[in-house]
């Protein structure tokens, strides 16, 4: 199945400063490729997406890449804000049984200081 | 995207009862999941409920610990049973949009057994 690896599990960043977190994947047949933002007592919520044939897609100060061909991909959060503080999770996901089967990776869990 | 409700939001809970977590979405999707998120870990998913059939568990997860109730297209029940304080978790009711690609989460269960 697949596997879907997350680093790093935990990340401190001034305001101001850009984040990234990596992921990779293990399944070729994934195609498609969101990123969570989970806030404390909260349920995560879909903050990008990206699909396999696309490479970058940007949405203001976020940004995913992906690289198909090392089953990379990576967010990457400019100018962040403590309310950007959060745990990411990132997740792969590919058609099966007639609906996206989807692996979460481990976590970020991100601190942005004032 | 759906509004998804859940409840209770947390609860507490005396090893060996039952506890029932309803969710409910404000359209009718045909599919529903359930998530188990342990304290600091990433989502696992413990079934997917469709309308009119029995759910499909993942490996790891039977029916008799996790029934799940799936009654008409907006609306499911897990029940955690005979539960012990290793099913200390949040539990997460989750949809997906249209073209069954994007997850989206309810705000979760916060599950904690003494």
């Known amino acids: 199945g697949e596997n879907v690896e997350q680093h790093p599990s935990t990340l401190s960043v001034q305001e101001g400063d850009s984040a990234v977190i990596k992921c990779t994947y293990s399944d070729s047949a994934s195609n498609y490729f969101p990123w969570y933002k989970q806030e404390l007592g909260k349920g995560p919520q879909l903050i990008i997406d990206i699909r396999s044939n696309v490479g970058e897609k940007k949405d203001q100060r976020i940004a995913v890449t992906l690289n198909k061909t090392a089953k990379h991909f990576s967010l990457h959060i400019t100018e962040t804000q403590p309310e950007d503080s959060a745990v990411y999770f990132c997740?792969?996901?590919?058609?099966?049984?007639?609906?996206?089967?989807?692996?979460f990776g481990t976590g970020t869990k991100l601190q942005v200081i004032p | 995207s759906a509004v998804i409700s859940q409840k209770p939001s947390r609860d507490i809970c005396q090893r060996g009862t039952s506890l029932t977590i309803q969710c409910q979405v404000d359209?009718?999707?045909?599919?529903m999941f359930w998530y188990r998120q342990q304290p600091g870990q990433s989502l696992t998913l413990i079934a997917t409920a469709n309308q009119g059939s029995e759910a499909t568990y993942e490996s790891g997860f039977v029916i008799d610990k996790f029934p799940i109730s799936r009654p008409n297209l907006t609306f499911s029940t897990l029940t955690v049973s005979n539960m012990s304080p290793e099913d200390s978790s949040i539990y997460l009711c989750s949809t997906t949009d249209s073209h069954n690609e994007k997850l989206f989460f309810g705000s979760g269960t916060q599950l904690s057994v003494l």
């Open positions: 359209s009718q999707v045909t599919m």
């Open positions: 997740a792969a996901s590919r058609l099966s049984g007639g609906y996206q089967k989807v692996t």
